[in-house]
Nanobody, 121 residues
Framework: QVQLVESGGGLVQAGASLRLSCAAS????????MGWFRQAPGKEREFVAA????????YYTDSVKGRFTISRDNAKNTLSLQMNSLKPEDTAVYYC??????????????WGQGTQVTVSS
């Protein structure tokens, strides 16, 4: 099993930045691709960004392109999401996820508990 713990959420004003982190533990050798998802109140969980095991490939949902950057440090078993120019519509619970496959298509196998990000206007 893999355990994922997110941190770094908070309340910020529109235009501010936040950096989310995800610490992985357990059978981390089984992790390959990782990603961030978010769920706003009353909405379905949606994909935000993903990164391959090597970090050489990344993928973003259109609404965050140019504002968010996903990165990982395999030596430290951490995943990060740098969020700049935050907008009120970015308000959501953000989840870290990991999978055994190294692609951007298949389902994720492991999930964190989430961290709240609130952006005020």
């Amino acid at each position: 099993q893999v355990q994922l713990v997110e941190s770094g959420g908070g309340l910020v004003q529109a235009g501010a930045s936040l950096r989310l982190s995800c610490a992985a533990s357990g059978r981390t050798f089984s992790m390959n691709a990782m990603g961030w998802f978010r769920q706003a109140p009353g909405k379905e969980r949606e994909f935000v960004a993903a990164i391959s095991r090597s970090g050489g490939s990344t993928y973003y949902t259109d609404s965050v392109k140019g504002r968010f950057t996903i990165s990982r440090d395999n030596a430290k078993n951490t995943l990060s999401l740098q969020m700049n120019s935050l907008k009120p519509e970015d308000t959501a619970v953000y989840y870290c996820a990991a999978k055994r496959a190294n692609d951007f298509v298949t389902k994720y196998d492991y999930w964190g508990q989430g961290t709240q990000v609130t952006v005020s206007s």
